[in-house]
């Protein structure tokens, strides 16, 4: 499968703990974004990248969240002591940009998070 | 700022009848618009843009939508519905030079019904 995959796709934790997500995008992609999804609602942007560079990072919800692409292939989104509030699907998208044309987005099958 | 308002949370339409999904967007800079459908446990598919082309544009399973500048609309429509198109339906708004991030509207809930 050479989709966007994402792990884990499922995450149980107790509040106060860490969590940590990784993404895959399609190979040749050089953007990856992250967005949250809560139930009800339509995703909401949350970073991006362009290869390694993370372009945005301020619509991250607080300092608890951060998100690496080290390599500009792979990337995680941490959480730290994670509040009942986070619950929600993490999702991941990849592109391949040039230019200023627009390129479709791919999304992963995302990551639900739950906080007990 | 980009936004886009999705009029119905749920639809509901039986087999074999047209489908309407009404969506407005607001936007400072030329938008590019797309709808997306998502199905249960499956990640987001792309159905549609718009991107300052063609203001009728077609997608995929047989459905279409229409830029209206004068109306801020975008609204999604398909002549027949089928059983596999019940899923939830997104607006999407971007612009160029802004790193393409989408934002959403809350989602429509298609239901067909036999």
């Known amino acids: 499968d050479t989709g966007v995959s994402q792990n884990p796709r499922h995450k149980i934790t107790k509040r106060g703990q860490n969590v940590t997500f990784r993404c895959d995008p399609i190979?040749?992609?050089?953007?990856l974004y992250w967005y949250r999804q809560t139930l009800g609602q339509g995703p909401e942007f949350l970073t991006y990248?362009?290869?390694?560079?993370?372009?945005?990072k301020s619509r991250l919800l607080s300092d608890r969240f951060s998100a690496e692409r080290p390599k500009g292939s792979f990337s995680t989104l941490e959480i730290q002591r994670t509040e009942q509030g986070d619950s929600a699907m993490y999702l991941c998208?990849?592109?391949?940009?040039?230019?200023?044309?627009?390129?479709?987005?791919?999304f992963g099958p995302g990551t639900r998070l739950t906080v007990l | 700022a980009q936004s886009v308002t999705q009029l119905d949370s749920h639809v509901s339409v039986s087999e074999g009848t047209p489908v309407l999904l009404r969506c407005n967007y607001s936007?400072?800079?030329?938008?590019?618009l797309f709808w997306y459908v998502q199905h249960p446990n499956k990640g987001l598919q792309l159905l549609l843009k718009?991107?300052?082309?063609?203001?009728l544009v077609k997608g995929i399973n047989g459905f279409e939508a229409e830029f209206k500048k004068s109306e801020t609309s975008f609204h999604l429509t398909k002549p027949s519905a089928h059983m596999s198109d019940a899923a939830e339906y997104f607006c999407?708004?971007?612009?160029?030079?802004?790193?393409?991030?989408?934002?959403f509207g809350t989602g429509t809930q298609l239901k067909v019904e036999l």
């Open positions: 718009y991107t300052s082309a063609a203001t």
């Open positions: 999407v708004v971007t612009y160029t030079g802004g790193g393409n991030k989408l934002t």
């Open positions: 190979s040749e992609h050089n953007r």
């Open positions: 936007s400072s800079y030329s938008p590019s």
């Open positions: 998208a990849s592109s391949m940009t040039s230019g200023g044309s627009y390129n479709e987005q791919f």
């Open positions: 990248f362009q290869n390694e560079a993370q372009l945005e």
